[in-house]
């Protein structure tokens, strides 16, 4: 893998965005892509956004009428994606995040609002790179596996407790 280009906004004002946040996402996209034997440059947009924008992006383009965790917008199929003509760059696409989500289930889980975006970004990114668990099965055990193990080499395993200070 060359280089990764992760542009990451904030679209929503519910949640204060940690300090270190931004580094982190970009150390799970450039992990991923890594752990993936990615070849070339890539690049990835990340946006923070409330659980209403992420419930009208939900309905509007899984018919689901309910917010979630995640979503994410894969700008390839099997391997092969656009290249950005200016950098040479392959999209991947997007990843939208609900703060509102991530908080609520970092609670339930017992574990870090960084350590909750960060399995996020991992998810993600996996399925911008064409990985699926909605089938369950096989393809679900081996994506949750993959994900893991990135969680892992980032510091950041199942159960472990990885505490940042806030700078307020």
Not at 109 to 137: I, K
Request: hydrophobic letters at 40%; one cysteine or more.
């Amino acid at each position: 893998m060359d280089k990764i280009k992760v542009l990451i906004s904030n679209k929503q004002t519910e949640v204060k965005i940690p300090t270190g946040i931004r580094l982190l996402i970009r150390r799970c996209c450039h992990a991923v892509l890594v752990s993936e034997n990615f070849m070339g440059s890539a690049e990835v947009s990340v946006s923070f956004v409330s659980n209403a924008e992420i419930k009208r992006l939900n309905a509007q383009y899984r018919n689901k009428d309910a917010a979630t965790d995640v979503l994410s917008f894969p700008l390839g199929e099997n391997g092969v994606y656009d290249k950005n003509e200016e950098t040479g760059a392959f999209m991947l696409g997007d990843i939208v995040i609900s703060m509102e989500k991530a908080v609520e289930q970092a609670k339930m889980f017992g574990h870090t609002l960084q350590r909750e975006v960060a399995f996020l970004t991992v998810h993600s990114m996996f399925h911008l790179l064409g990985y699926d668990h909605e089938n369950g099965g096989l393809e679900a055990v081996q994506m949750r596996e993959k994900e893991e193990s990135v969680l892992f080499k980032l510091g950041l395993p199942r159960g472990a407790s990885y505490v940042m200070e806030d700078e307020n």
